[in-house]
């Protein structure tokens, strides 16, 4: 607060209302619109595929079919800093708001087919993944994955992205992002559970979500 504001009140709230305008639009993105997006989108595919399938050997998962509002946001996550990845938060500070709802609205709109699976899981390591997504773990107080992003991971519009059939690798970094304290936006829910997951127990989930791919979306 500045000077003026601490030593007249009138000009405090004409601070005040001044910044109001700005705080709206940050929390109202425009509507995007898939056809132009489609032209960005072009710019994506080497990592994410000409549909949005996912390029495992690139890191870039998948995004067919995640909702506008989840693409819009992390897209909006990067460029401002509370996600950080060299490739992505370049891509996204090139973008404007128009532009990152515009190829959010592309990907949400795409189906595509699986990208090939990256991990070969043995059936114990798939087993605890598919408990600790449908029942989690009590001894750690960890609550089942499913409990948020639906059943198998299948999302929650509007709420969770889907897991099903993400790549594994993606999958692991992000819940160290989180336990690490890297990723934001969304740490209220995922912080604590990604403090509770060691890494057997990561490689365990990542590995069944990525074995989901053929089921689901
Ligand atoms: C050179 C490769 C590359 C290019 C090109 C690229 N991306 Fe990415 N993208 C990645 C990687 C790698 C990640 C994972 C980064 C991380 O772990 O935070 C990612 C993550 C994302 C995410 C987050 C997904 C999620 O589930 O949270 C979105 C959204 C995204 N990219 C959109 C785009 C869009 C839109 C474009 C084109 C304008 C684009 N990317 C171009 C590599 C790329
Ligand atoms: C209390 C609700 C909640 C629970 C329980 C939960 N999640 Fe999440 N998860 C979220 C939310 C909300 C997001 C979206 C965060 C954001 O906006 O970036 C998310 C995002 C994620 C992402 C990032 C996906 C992407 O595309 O970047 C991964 C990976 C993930 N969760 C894994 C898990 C796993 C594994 C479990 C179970 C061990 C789990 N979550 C349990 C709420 C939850």
Known sequence: MNALARSNPIALRLLLVLALPSAALAADPPAGDAARGATIAATCQGCHGAHGEGVPATGGPRLAGQ?????????????DGRRTNPIMSAMAKGLDAQKQA???AFFAAQSAPYAARTVEPAPEQLARGRTLTRVGDESKQLQACANCHGPDGAGER???????????AYVASAIKEWKSGARHGGEAQMRPVAQRLDDQDIAAVSAYFESLGDNAH
């Open 67 to 79: 909702t506008a509002e989840y693409l819009g946001a992390q897209l909006h996550n990067y460029a």
């Open 102 to 104: 515009d190829v959010a």
């Open 158 to 168: 509007y709420a969770t992205p889907y897991l099903a059939g993400q790549s594994a």
